[in-house]
């Protein structure tokens, strides 16, 4: 990240960067089976029925593996936004299977999120997880869980109404990483418990004129566009489709019989998905931060 850094201070906007990542390390021995039987939950199946072929040696685009241009680009994404409009990102484990975190998010740091293996800024909460995660793994199953993510200093105008909102936005990056099935802002799926006099956000206007309202259940974003309080959203993962269990399932001449992970598997993929969710965010909002730049200037 150092290097993106450093590239990012001699570039201009439009300038072409080339992100290129060899990995040394790939074992598609352990994915051999694989070539003939499909993974329950995974893109296997699917991969093979649009395209008539798939990367079994490790997953292919289906892989987190592919995230990791996303995280590059995002870091560069992210100091743009740090540097020229003053938005900060931070992300972090909040839900491991049951066990649930009572985050404020906005007072997370990201060192309290880095300061442990599964980055819940709880460090009480963090070691149950730790453990949760661990006891699921010797048993060669695996779990899900929710990634929160606080977005502070956004102005108020950012996004566009119908087919780009920002929210719309936001919520095709995040359903489009690996394992995420679900997305939600401000309030989300909860608001729905509430009536309007409950879930609406008073606007309020301080001495200097500046607007801001009493609460932010519609997480920071109405009518598509920022509305100058924080952006808070979270992402859900499902759990990791590659267990090391023996499940049912079918080979590719569509006869069933059963099949046992082997290999590299995360028994949780939530902890790794943090970096991910914010350079997703990142890419998102530098995006809308330049179109309003643009839009300033005509």
Same mark, same amino acid.
């Given at each position: ?88 990102i ?20 990201r ?17 149950h ?10 048993? !060669?199953?695996?779990?899900?869980? &929710? =990634?929160?993510? @606080? $977005?502070?200093?956004?102005? #108020? ?26 997305f ?18 008073f ?59 082997? !290999?590299?598997?995360?028994?949780? &993929? =939530?902890?790794? @998905? $943090?970096?991910?969710?914010? #350079? ?14 643009a839009?300033?200037k005509?």
């Open positions: 990240m150092e290097i993106l850094s450093g590239v990012l201070d001699g570039m201009t906007l439009g300038t072409p960067i080339l992100l290129l990542v060899h990995n040394k390390d790939a074992r598609p021995a352990d994915y051999k089976e694989i070539s003939e039987k499909y993974r329950p939950s995974h893109a296997d199946y699917t991969y093979d029925a649009k395209y008539g072929i798939r990367a079994w040696q490790g997953g292919g685009r289906a892989s987190a593996r592919e995230t990791i241009g996303r995280v590059a680009a995002g870091a560069i994404a992210r100091k743009l936004l740090r540097e020229r409009f003053g938005v900060e931070v992300a972090w484990v909040e839900k491991v299977h049951h066990i649930v975190a009572n985050i404020d998010p906005l007072s997370v740091t060192d309290q999120v880095e300061d442990n293996i599964v980055r819940c800024p709880d460090p009480v909460v963090a070691e997880m730790i453990q949760h995660i661990d006891a699921i793994r010797k048993q !060669g199953d695996s779990v899900g869980g &929710v =990634v929160g993510c @606080a $977005v502070k200093g956004c102005p #108020a105008g950012w996004g566009d109404p119908v087919f780009d909102k920002l929210e719309a936005d936001l919520a095709k990056a995040m359903l489009s990483l690996p394992a995420c099935k679900g939600e802002v401000g309030s989300g799926f909860g608001g729905t418990d509430l009536k309007g006099s409950e879930h609406n956000d606007f309020r206007a301080d001495l200097d004129k500046n607007v801001y309202t009493e609460t932010n259940r519609s997480g920071g974003i109405q009518g598509g566009i920022t509305n100058g309080q924080p952006i808070l959203f979270r992402a859900a993962f499902k759990p990791t489709a590659t267990i090391l269990m023996e499940q049912r399932t079918i080979n590719r001449n569509r006869e069933n019989t059963t099949l046992k992970g082997r !290999g590299r598997h995360d028994p949780c &993929v =939530v902890p790794r @998905a $943090v970096p991910i969710v914010e #350079a997703m965010a990142a890419l998102v909002l530098v995006d809308h931060a330049l179109r309003q730049q839009y300033n005509t």
